[in-house]
Nanobody, 126 residues
Framework: EVQLVESGGGLVQAGGSLRLSCVAS????????IAWFRQAPGKEREGVSC????????YYPNSMKGRFTVSSDNAKNTVYLQLNSLKPEDTAVYYC???????????????????WGQGTQVTVSS
């Protein structure tokens, strides 16, 4: 059984930091890119970042550049998302997802991802 398990969310004040983790099991980690998405109440899901396990290539939409950093530890089947200088508008459930197109030159539509985690809540207070 394939599982993606996110952790590291929580309540933080504006300007603070969090590091989210996504641990993958039941799949060949090196065959997938891992992407992060987020969804706030009443809003559409939006892509945050992506990292390709094949070559470490990363991608961030313009709106996500500068404060967020994605990294991976292939030996631990784990991808991290470092969130810095958090703002109240970053409040959302953050999800990781596995993409068999292990390239990460863009964030693809959700239907292209084979597996999703259950999400971890990030709440930023003002």
């Amino acid at each position: 059984e394939v599982q993606l398990v996110e952790s590291g969310g929580g309540l933080v004040q504006a300007g603070g930091s969090l590091r989210l983790s996504c641990v993958a099991s039941g799949l060949i980690f090196e065959d997938y890119a891992i992407a992060w998405f987020r969804q706030a109440p009443g809003k559409e899901r939006e892509g945050v970042s992506c990292i390709a396990s094949s070559n470490g290539n990363t991608y961030y939409p313009n709106s996500m550049k500068g404060r967020f950093t994605v990294s991976s530890d292939n030996a631990k089947n784990t991808v991290y998302l470092q969130l810095n200088s958090l703002k109240p508008e970053d409040t959302a459930v953050y999800y990781c997802a596995a993409d068999p197109l292990n390239v990460c030159d863009e964030l693809r539509q959700a239907r292209h991802y084979d597996y999703w985690g259950q999400g971890t809540q990030v709440t930023v207070s003002s």
